[in-house]
DNA sequence: TAATCATGTCAGATTATCTGACATCAGTGC
DNA sequence: GCACTGATGTCAGATAATCTGACATGATTA
Protein backbone atom coordinates (compact mmCIF):
# COMPACT_ATOMS: atom_id res chain seq x y z
CA UNK A 1 0.00 0.00 0.00
CA UNK A 2 1.63 3.35 -1.20
CA UNK A 3 -1.42 5.00 1.09
CA UNK A 4 -0.01 5.20 4.58
CA UNK A 5 -3.07 7.61 5.02
CA UNK A 6 -3.18 7.64 8.95
CA UNK A 7 -6.56 9.24 9.84
CA UNK A 8 -4.95 10.59 12.51
CA UNK A 9 -2.82 12.90 10.48
CA UNK A 10 -6.05 13.38 7.94
CA UNK A 11 -6.52 17.18 8.60
CA UNK A 12 -10.32 17.08 8.52
CA UNK A 13 -11.87 18.70 11.75
CA UNK A 14 -13.10 22.30 11.95
CA UNK A 15 -11.99 24.80 14.86
CA UNK A 16 -15.57 24.54 16.47
CA UNK A 17 -14.85 20.51 16.36
CA UNK A 18 -11.40 21.44 18.08
CA UNK A 19 -13.01 23.85 20.67
CA UNK A 20 -15.77 21.07 22.08
CA UNK A 21 -13.06 18.01 22.11
CA UNK A 22 -10.33 20.33 24.09
CA UNK A 23 -12.59 22.94 25.65
CA UNK A 24 -10.53 25.27 24.39
CA UNK A 25 -11.66 28.79 23.62
CA UNK A 26 -11.07 29.16 19.31
CA UNK A 27 -9.42 32.79 21.09
CA UNK A 28 -6.69 30.27 22.56
CA UNK A 29 -6.51 28.01 19.87
CA UNK A 30 -4.98 30.28 17.57
CA UNK A 31 -3.20 32.32 19.92
CA UNK A 32 -1.03 28.77 20.38
CA UNK A 33 -1.53 28.42 16.82
CA UNK A 34 0.85 32.05 16.13
CA UNK A 35 3.12 30.73 18.55
CA UNK A 36 3.99 28.43 16.63
CA UNK A 37 3.03 25.59 18.97
CA UNK A 38 0.49 23.79 16.34
CA UNK A 39 0.43 24.14 12.56
CA UNK A 40 -3.23 23.41 11.15
CA UNK A 41 -4.46 23.14 7.76
CA UNK A 42 -6.74 25.35 5.62
CA UNK A 43 -9.20 24.63 3.30
CA UNK A 44 -10.30 26.00 -0.14
CA UNK A 45 -12.16 29.08 1.76
CA UNK A 46 -9.43 29.71 4.53
CA UNK A 47 -11.24 27.89 7.30
CA UNK A 48 -8.66 25.79 9.44
CA UNK A 49 -8.47 22.05 9.31
CA UNK A 50 -7.12 20.11 12.53
CA UNK A 51 -5.83 16.39 12.26
CA UNK A 52 -6.61 14.08 15.66
CA UNK A 53 -2.75 14.85 16.22
CA UNK A 54 -3.37 18.09 16.46
CA UNK A 55 -6.11 17.80 19.06
CA UNK A 56 -3.80 15.91 21.21
CA UNK A 57 -0.92 17.62 20.97
CA UNK A 58 -3.62 21.01 22.21
CA UNK A 59 -5.01 18.53 24.94
CA UNK A 60 -1.41 18.35 25.86
CA UNK A 61 -0.08 21.73 25.60
CA UNK A 62 -3.08 22.47 28.07
CA UNK A 63 -1.92 20.10 30.63
CA UNK A 64 1.61 22.08 30.31
CA UNK A 65 0.04 25.28 30.64
CA UNK A 66 -1.88 23.94 33.84
CA UNK A 67 1.19 22.91 34.99
CA UNK A 68 2.53 26.24 34.95
CA UNK A 69 5.15 25.79 31.91
CA UNK A 70 5.16 28.96 29.28
CA UNK A 71 4.17 28.65 25.92
CA UNK A 72 7.76 29.54 25.02
CA UNK A 73 8.99 26.86 27.17
CA UNK A 74 6.60 24.02 25.93
CA UNK A 75 7.88 25.33 22.43
CA UNK A 76 11.24 24.67 23.48
CA UNK A 77 10.31 21.18 24.32
CA UNK A 78 8.22 20.29 21.61
CA UNK A 79 11.11 21.80 19.11
CA UNK A 80 14.17 20.01 21.09
CA UNK A 81 11.71 16.30 21.28
CA UNK A 82 10.85 16.59 17.28
CA UNK A 83 14.06 18.16 16.06
CA UNK A 84 14.09 18.98 12.52
CA UNK A 85 16.11 16.12 11.11
CA UNK A 86 18.01 16.27 7.78
CA UNK A 87 16.95 13.48 4.68
CA UNK A 88 19.20 10.99 6.33
CA UNK A 89 17.80 10.80 9.77
CA UNK A 90 14.54 11.49 8.37
CA UNK A 91 15.07 8.37 6.65
CA UNK A 92 16.89 6.38 9.30
CA UNK A 93 14.05 7.08 11.63
CA UNK A 94 11.43 5.79 9.34
CA UNK A 95 13.10 2.67 9.14
CA UNK A 96 13.55 2.11 12.86
CA UNK A 97 10.16 3.33 13.15
CA UNK A 98 8.52 0.41 10.64
CA UNK A 99 11.13 -2.15 12.03
CA UNK A 100 9.52 -1.27 15.88
CA UNK A 101 5.83 -1.36 14.29
CA UNK A 102 6.81 -5.08 13.21
CA UNK A 103 8.35 -6.25 16.70
CA UNK A 104 6.31 -4.42 19.11
CA UNK A 105 2.48 -3.54 19.75
CA UNK A 106 1.02 -0.32 18.33
CA UNK A 107 2.18 3.04 20.05
CA UNK A 108 0.40 3.37 23.45
CA UNK A 109 -1.21 6.73 23.18
CA UNK A 110 -2.15 8.07 26.70
CA UNK A 111 -4.03 10.94 25.29
CA UNK A 112 -7.61 10.59 24.98
CA UNK A 113 -9.36 10.95 21.02
CA UNK A 114 -11.27 9.23 18.82
CA UNK B 1 -14.08 2.93 34.77
CA UNK B 2 -17.11 4.77 34.93
CA UNK B 3 -16.80 6.14 32.01
CA UNK B 4 -17.47 4.24 29.12
CA UNK B 5 -17.66 7.03 27.21
CA UNK B 6 -17.04 6.01 23.86
CA UNK B 7 -15.71 9.00 22.29
CA UNK B 8 -17.22 7.29 18.61
CA UNK B 9 -20.68 8.41 20.01
CA UNK B 10 -19.70 11.88 20.42
CA UNK B 11 -21.06 13.97 18.14
CA UNK B 12 -19.14 16.73 16.96
CA UNK B 13 -18.80 16.34 13.32
CA UNK B 14 -19.92 19.20 11.01
CA UNK B 15 -21.17 17.83 8.13
CA UNK B 16 -18.21 19.42 6.13
CA UNK B 17 -16.28 16.75 7.55
CA UNK B 18 -18.60 14.07 7.48
CA UNK B 19 -18.48 14.83 3.25
CA UNK B 20 -14.56 14.46 3.57
CA UNK B 21 -14.44 11.65 5.47
CA UNK B 22 -17.41 9.30 3.39
CA UNK B 23 -17.22 11.38 -0.07
CA UNK B 24 -21.32 11.58 0.40
CA UNK B 25 -22.50 14.67 -0.91
CA UNK B 26 -24.83 16.79 1.37
CA UNK B 27 -27.17 15.98 -0.63
CA UNK B 28 -26.84 12.50 0.01
CA UNK B 29 -25.95 12.65 3.45
CA UNK B 30 -29.30 14.48 4.32
CA UNK B 31 -31.39 11.97 2.58
CA UNK B 32 -30.35 9.67 4.30
CA UNK B 33 -31.37 11.21 7.16
CA UNK B 34 -34.72 11.79 6.09
CA UNK B 35 -35.28 8.29 5.49
CA UNK B 36 -34.35 7.24 8.44
CA UNK B 37 -31.27 5.89 8.50
CA UNK B 38 -29.11 7.85 10.27
CA UNK B 39 -29.56 9.95 13.70
CA UNK B 40 -27.07 12.99 13.73
CA UNK B 41 -27.64 15.88 16.47
CA UNK B 42 -27.59 19.13 16.38
CA UNK B 43 -25.96 22.59 17.76
CA UNK B 44 -27.51 25.34 19.47
CA UNK B 45 -27.28 27.03 15.74
CA UNK B 46 -29.06 23.68 14.11
CA UNK B 47 -26.73 22.85 12.27
CA UNK B 48 -26.12 19.14 12.27
CA UNK B 49 -23.31 16.98 13.79
CA UNK B 50 -21.99 13.29 13.99
CA UNK B 51 -20.53 11.02 15.35
CA UNK B 52 -18.11 8.75 14.04
CA UNK B 53 -20.21 5.73 14.54
CA UNK B 54 -22.69 7.77 11.87
CA UNK B 55 -19.63 8.24 9.88
CA UNK B 56 -19.04 4.14 9.72
CA UNK B 57 -23.10 3.80 9.20
CA UNK B 58 -22.71 5.93 6.22
CA UNK B 59 -19.93 3.70 4.71
CA UNK B 60 -21.70 1.14 5.09
CA UNK B 61 -25.02 2.59 3.49
CA UNK B 62 -23.21 3.65 0.87
CA UNK B 63 -21.21 0.40 0.54
CA UNK B 64 -24.86 -1.12 0.45
CA UNK B 65 -26.28 0.76 -2.29
CA UNK B 66 -23.38 0.31 -4.04
CA UNK B 67 -24.34 -3.45 -3.93
CA UNK B 68 -27.76 -2.69 -5.51
CA UNK B 69 -29.97 -2.70 -2.36
CA UNK B 70 -32.52 0.41 -1.40
CA UNK B 71 -32.21 2.46 0.92
CA UNK B 72 -35.77 1.37 2.29
CA UNK B 73 -34.27 -2.68 2.32
CA UNK B 74 -30.89 -0.74 4.05
CA UNK B 75 -33.19 0.43 7.06
CA UNK B 76 -35.44 -2.75 6.86
CA UNK B 77 -32.34 -4.90 8.11
CA UNK B 78 -30.99 -2.13 10.12
CA UNK B 79 -34.17 -2.36 12.21
CA UNK B 80 -33.86 -5.70 12.08
CA UNK B 81 -30.02 -6.02 13.26
CA UNK B 82 -31.18 -3.77 16.27
CA UNK B 83 -34.94 -4.71 17.07
CA UNK B 84 -37.05 -2.94 19.83
CA UNK B 85 -36.78 -5.20 22.51
CA UNK B 86 -40.19 -5.11 23.14
CA UNK B 87 -42.43 -6.55 20.50
CA UNK B 88 -40.68 -9.68 18.68
CA UNK B 89 -44.22 -9.79 16.71
CA UNK B 90 -43.17 -7.31 14.77
CA UNK B 91 -39.79 -8.40 14.09
CA UNK B 92 -40.69 -11.65 12.72
CA UNK B 93 -43.28 -10.10 10.35
CA UNK B 94 -40.68 -7.69 9.15
CA UNK B 95 -38.47 -11.11 8.89
CA UNK B 96 -41.27 -12.77 6.56
CA UNK B 97 -42.01 -9.59 5.01
CA UNK B 98 -37.40 -9.48 4.11
CA UNK B 99 -37.97 -12.99 3.01
CA UNK B 100 -40.59 -12.47 0.71
CA UNK B 101 -39.54 -9.59 -1.14
CA UNK B 102 -35.83 -11.06 -1.76
CA UNK B 103 -37.99 -14.43 -3.16
CA UNK B 104 -40.45 -12.12 -5.47
CA UNK B 105 -37.61 -9.27 -6.28
CA UNK B 106 -34.22 -10.77 -7.45
CA UNK B 107 -33.61 -6.72 -7.27
CA UNK B 108 -30.83 -6.06 -9.96
CA UNK B 109 -29.89 -2.52 -9.26
CA UNK B 110 -26.74 -1.76 -10.96
CA UNK B 111 -25.66 1.68 -10.31
CA UNK B 112 -23.07 3.64 -12.09
CA UNK B 113 -20.95 5.32 -9.60
CA UNK B 114 -17.59 7.94 -10.35
C1' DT C 1 -46.37 5.95 -19.92
C1' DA C 2 -46.69 7.25 -15.19
C1' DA C 3 -44.66 6.80 -10.70
C1' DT C 4 -40.87 6.26 -7.64
C1' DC C 5 -36.00 6.57 -6.22
C1' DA C 6 -31.77 8.85 -5.58
C1' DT C 7 -29.45 12.84 -6.53
C1' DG C 8 -28.33 17.60 -8.34
C1' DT C 9 -28.91 22.42 -7.91
C1' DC C 10 -30.54 26.93 -6.60
C1' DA C 11 -32.09 30.79 -3.52
C1' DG C 12 -32.66 33.11 0.74
C1' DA C 13 -31.77 32.92 5.60
C1' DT C 14 -28.92 31.82 9.47
C1' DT C 15 -24.67 30.26 11.75
C1' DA C 16 -19.53 29.63 11.84
C1' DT C 17 -15.10 31.22 11.08
C1' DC C 18 -11.76 34.68 9.66
C1' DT C 19 -8.66 38.80 10.75
C1' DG C 20 -7.30 42.72 13.27
C1' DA C 21 -7.83 45.67 17.02
C1' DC C 22 -8.49 47.11 21.73
C1' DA C 23 -9.21 45.57 26.72
C1' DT C 24 -8.07 43.00 30.94
C1' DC C 25 -5.61 40.77 34.40
C1' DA C 26 -1.85 38.32 36.63
C1' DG C 27 3.01 38.09 37.15
C1' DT C 28 7.85 40.10 36.81
C1' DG C 29 11.41 43.28 37.10
C1' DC C 30 12.87 47.99 38.06
C1' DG D 1 4.21 51.76 42.67
C1' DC D 2 4.95 51.43 37.60
C1' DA D 3 5.97 49.58 33.25
C1' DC D 4 6.26 45.30 30.64
C1' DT D 5 5.07 40.89 29.06
C1' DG D 6 2.10 36.80 28.52
C1' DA D 7 -2.36 34.79 28.00
C1' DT D 8 -6.99 35.54 27.16
C1' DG D 9 -11.55 38.04 26.33
C1' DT D 10 -14.33 40.54 23.23
C1' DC D 11 -15.97 43.15 19.35
C1' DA D 12 -16.80 44.43 14.39
C1' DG D 13 -16.89 43.67 9.57
C1' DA D 14 -16.14 40.28 6.01
C1' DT D 15 -16.40 35.74 4.05
C1' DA D 16 -17.53 30.72 4.25
C1' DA D 17 -20.48 26.89 5.77
C1' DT D 18 -24.85 25.08 6.66
C1' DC D 19 -29.91 25.15 6.78
C1' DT D 20 -34.60 24.45 4.52
C1' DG D 21 -37.61 24.09 0.75
C1' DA D 22 -38.39 23.79 -3.96
C1' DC D 23 -37.78 22.36 -8.68
C1' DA D 24 -35.15 19.33 -12.06
C1' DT D 25 -33.37 14.90 -13.85
C1' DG D 26 -31.87 10.25 -15.20
C1' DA D 27 -32.78 5.57 -14.09
C1' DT D 28 -35.69 2.05 -12.74
C1' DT D 29 -40.27 -0.04 -11.84
C1' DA D 30 -45.14 -0.92 -12.33
Redesign the interface.
Known amino acids: MTEIHDVRQRA ?3 I ?2 VI ?2 TELSARQIRYYEKQGLIQPQRNAGNHRLYALVDVEDLLAIKAQLASGLTLGEIKRLQDQSVPHPSDAEARQMLREELLNQSRFTPAPRIK ?3
Request: glycine letters at 20%; charged letters at 0%; aromatic letters at 10%.
Open positions: VLPGTALQGF
